[in-house]
């Protein structure tokens, strides 16, 4: 015996592992709750510091003891320095999540228990196009269970762990209450002798008709409706009660009753959305129950076709009839890894198997029922997503660009379906409007346009390119869906239409070659071409106008021209593929947290359009100029000094210079770069881009400096206009004249106009 600190020794079948220096025989090293390291051959020990805890794995370079690797709950950590400074590295999304849930706020937060560390409740936008450290926060509760937040208001949550510890979160004052059911300490204590079992993951949900009533469960289950501070029993213990299966959980050594691995209890409760008072309960042992008087009496309506002692790890109550639920059953713990779900339709009489489809090893932790379109289902497995469109008759893998990552739970949240995974975090399906309307009609078309969702017209954006890792905002604006039979040959169209019919906007599936760019690496680019793929193609209008002309390689060092926001209303989009043309309605409606005045947004709308189309026509007035000036340099080229041909090199060169000086009053030719413009003084087209950038800062009408500016700015265009509208009426025709009297072939006024 060289030392029993009991340190190294605490719950030694999960941690206890040594580690020998590969070239100092008096280095070792011990992972437990800590990483510890003895320099004198173990007689004592000093505690590293490595980030988080409950520590698993370490590496140690043969070559260079100095440089670890250590594996502990909370990822992997480095050490180049023998232990005494380490990173952690934080580039993936590797949070497990047991469960989740949703807020009704806009936007709206997802809320789960991770594994060894804290809950979460999290954004799914945020306004600066990203989600980030700075949009999530932890909201009591531990590393497992369920979070249910308040549905009338979200600065209340409750939210689980282990012992059946709940809490209660208001995020106004910060406090949070423990309003644990029992809050007695079980450690050490096997489960036959507790009052009430509590396991790892412990159910809190609302009930669906009364925000005031709060359900958790042991053996037995509980109800709250007065925030925790009293709970109440309905019916007695609705389990198997196998004392067998409730002795020490280790010997004989070492006992390690962590009161976190108790069996006989409740895993899972659903009260029926469609008839109050209707109330299912899913064992870890095996056995539904179910209740139609509000817990006064229960029935045992298990089903039969799956391992006596497998876990009901979810039971969904159908959102359309009271006596239809569905049971996702996960028997992996007893080494059958099939899927199971059942499905009963007389309140659990019968019940009948539905996981055509699914394979083996994808078995199930999760199924929810679309409250939008009966027997659209949602599975969660294993091995990732899958959905039914007949009521679980056939099933198929929705995993898109889903990580292949075990799926602990999912809802669907208006037109969302959000998703927990257990090693790859939260995960959200933006859109599903096209799974709700397709069927097999669809399939058969050559081409076919979902009708979208209402558009809410927000300024979040959408970033998707930093040096660190973020969560992706949703699409910002409309998400467009259409399904082709086949790639198309020619290019097709999408369109938006205003309510008089106008197009507002046009996209085509061509790929146009990108003209120039931004060198700031943050900003990312619209999209200028529509996916024409065969199968389903999705894709997002901005909500706004089309933009004014673009110059080439232009430096917009105050933000890019672009047209105005789309107000809220109604609008029509249109494909066209081929000969075919077909429409579907769309919705834009109002960010709801702005409260402006539909005058005061047509007034910005208003100016944004005037100021469109006033860099339109400035923009192709330098587009213009350039071409004719490209035209004037072939012809001085061509024509050289030679005599007869003097003055007209000498009326070309004049009116290049002229033209010139209209171009540097429009834009500032010397700027190439973000920040050129510290060299070189702005121009019309940049303090016109500056300008709407103010213009469009928020949803507010225009200011007084606003309007005033734009009057000023206008006159000095329209001066300069002026002067590019009397070369076109006046010196090209000249030159033209004076061309022809040499034998000189003419400057075409067409390409001297070109859009």
């Known amino acids: 015996m060289i030392n029993d600190d009991h340190r190294f020794r605490q719950r030694a079948w999960y941690f206890t592992h040594v580690w020998a220096d590969p070239r100092d025989s008096n280095k070792v090293y011990i992972a437990n709750t800590a990483l510890y390291r003895s320099n004198d051959g173990g007689k004592s020990f000093e505690r590293l510091n490595a980030p988080h805890g409950d520590h698993h794995g370490l590496w140690i370079d043969p070559h260079n003891p100095n440089r670890l690797i250590n594996g502990n709950d909370g990822g992997a950590t480095i050490s180049i320095d023998g232990g005494k400074n380490w990173s952690t590295q934080n580039n993936q999304p590797t949070a497990q999540f047991y469960h989740v849930t949703a807020d009704n706020d806009f936007p709206y937060r997802v809320y789960g228990t991770q594994q060894d560390n804290s809950s979460v409740g999290i954004a799914t936008a945020s306004d600066r196009g990203y989600i980030d450290r700075a949009d999530w926060d932890a909201v009591g509760g531990g590393e497992s269970g369920y979070i249910a937040v308040d549905p009338r208001d979200s600065h209340i949550v409750y939210a689980g762990s282990y012992f059946g510890y709940i809490t209660r979160l208001d995020r106004r004052t910060n406090q949070t209450q423990n309003i644990q059911q029992w809050p007695l300490d079980p450690d050490g204590y096997n489960a036959s002798v507790q009052k009430y079992r509590y396991t790892w993951t412990m159910p809190i949900v609302f009930s669906p008709h009364d925000p005031n009533t709060l359900y958790h469960s042991s053996q037995y289950l509980f109800r709250s409706k007065d925030g925790g501070h009293s709970w109440e029993t309905l019916g007695g213990d609705l389990t198997r009660n196998d004392k067998t299966k409730q002795q020490d959980s280790g010997g004989p050594i070492t006992k390690d009753q962590a009161s976190i691995e108790f069996y006989d209890l409740i895993f899972t409760v659903a009260e029926s959305p469609k008839q109050k008072g209707l109330i299912w309960v899913g064992t870890d042992d095996g056995w539904i129950q179910v209740t139609r008087d509000d817990g006064k009496a229960w029935t045992n309506v298990t089903p039969k076709g799956f391992p006596e002692w497998a876990m009901i790890s979810l039971i969904e109550p159908s959102p359309f009839e009271a006596g239809t639920a569905y049971a996702a059953i996960d028997a992996h713990k007893l080494d059958d890894f099939k899927p199971y779900i059942f499905k009963t339709t007389d309140f659990g009489k019968t019940w009948s198997a539905i996981t055509n489809g699914l394979p083996d090893g994808s078995y199930v932790h999760a199924l929810r029922e679309d409250p939008k379109r009966k027997g659209l289902l949602y599975a969660g497995t294993e091995t990732g997503a899958w959905v039914s469109f007949d009521d679980g008759a056939h099933w198929q893998a929705l995993q898109l660009n889903l990580p292949t990552t075990p799926v602990h739970d999912l809802i669907i949240h208006g037109d969302d379906l959000v998703v927990a995974t257990h090693g790859r975090a939260f995960w959200v399906l933006d859109d599903i409007s096209p799974l709700r309307q397709t069927n097999a009609a669809i399939a058969a078309e050559d081409a076919h346009l979902f009708t979208s969702r209402p558009a809410i017209r927000t300024r979040m954006g959408r970033a998707r390119r930093r040096r660190y890792a973020i969560g992706e905002n949703p699409p910002d604006g409309a998400s467009l869906y259409y399904y082709l039979k086949e790639e198309p040959k020619e290019h097709i169209k999408?369109?938006?239409?205003?309510?008089?019919?106008?197009?507002?906007?046009?996209?085509?599936?061509?790929?146009?070659?990108?003209?120039?760019?931004?060198?700031?690496?943050?900003?990312?680019?619209?999209?200028?071409?529509?996916?024409?793929?065969?199968?389903?193609?999705?894709?997002?209008?901005?909500?706004?106008?089309?933009?004014?002309?673009?110059?080439?390689?232009?430096?917009?060092?105050?933000?890019?021209?672009?047209?105005?926001?789309?107000?809220?209303?109604?609008?029509?989009?249109?494909?066209?593929?081929?000969?075919?043309?077909?429409?579907?309605?769309?919705?834009?409606?109002?960010?709801?947290?702005?409260?402006?005045?539909?005058?005061?947004?047509?007034?910005?709308?208003?100016?944004?359009?005037?100021?469109?189309?006033?860099?339109?026509?400035?923009?192709?007035?330098?587009?213009?100029?350039?071409?004719?000036?490209?035209?004037?340099?072939?012809?001085?080229?061509?024509?050289?000094?030679?005599?007869?041909?003097?003055?007209?090199?000498?009326?070309?060169?004049?009116?290049?210079?002229?033209?010139?000086?209209?171009?540097?009053?429009?834009?500032?030719?010397?700027?190439?770069?973000?920040?050129?413009?510290?060299?070189?003084?702005?121009?019309?087209?940049?303090?016109?881009?500056?300008?709407?950038?103010?213009?469009?800062?928020?949803?507010?009408?225009?200011?007084?400096?606003?309007?005033?500016?734009?009057?000023?700015?206008?006159?000095?265009?329209?001066?300069?206009?002026?002067?590019?509208?009397?070369?076109?009426?006046?010196?090209?025709?000249?030159?033209?004249?004076?061309?022809?009297?040499?034998?000189?072939?003419?400057?075409?006024?067409?390409?001297a106009k070109a859009n």
């Open 494 to 751: 999408l369109e938006v239409l205003d309510a008089q019919g106008k197009v507002i906007r046009a996209f085509t599936s061509e790929e146009k070659k990108k003209e120039g760019g931004s060198d700031e690496w943050e900003r990312d680019e619209a999209a200028e071409h529509i996916p024409a793929k065969a199968g389903l193609n999705e894709f997002t209008w901005d909500l706004r106008y089309e933009p004014p002309k673009k110059i080439p390689a232009a430096i917009y060092d105050e933000g890019e021209p672009s047209g105005p926001l789309a107000l809220p209303g109604n609008y029509q989009v249109r494909l066209t593929v081929g000969a075919k043309s077909v429409t579907a309605p769309l919705e834009v409606t109002m960010d709801p947290r702005v409260k402006t005045s539909a005058e005061d947004l047509r007034k910005q709308f208003d100016l944004m359009l005037r100021m469109r189309e006033r860099q339109d026509e400035m923009n192709k007035a330098i587009l213009a100029i350039r071409d004719l000036r490209g035209q004037l340099q072939v012809l001085e080229k061509r024509l050289g000094s030679s005599d007869p041909s003097k003055p007209v090199v000498t009326a070309a060169a004049d009116l290049r210079k002229k033209i010139s000086a209209i171009e540097e009053e429009l834009i500032q030719v010397n700027s190439k770069a973000s920040e050129d413009e510290l060299n070189y003084p702005t121009k019309l087209n940049s303090k016109l881009g500056y300008l709407q950038n103010a213009v469009d800062s928020a949803d507010a009408p225009p200011t007084e400096g606003e309007v005033g500016v734009y009057a000023e700015l206008d006159l000095q265009l329209e001066s300069q206009l002026a002067k590019w509208r009397d070369v076109l009426s006046k010196d090209v025709p000249s030159l033209n004249d004076t061309m022809q009297k040499n034998n000189v072939p003419l400057i075409a006024p067409s390409a």
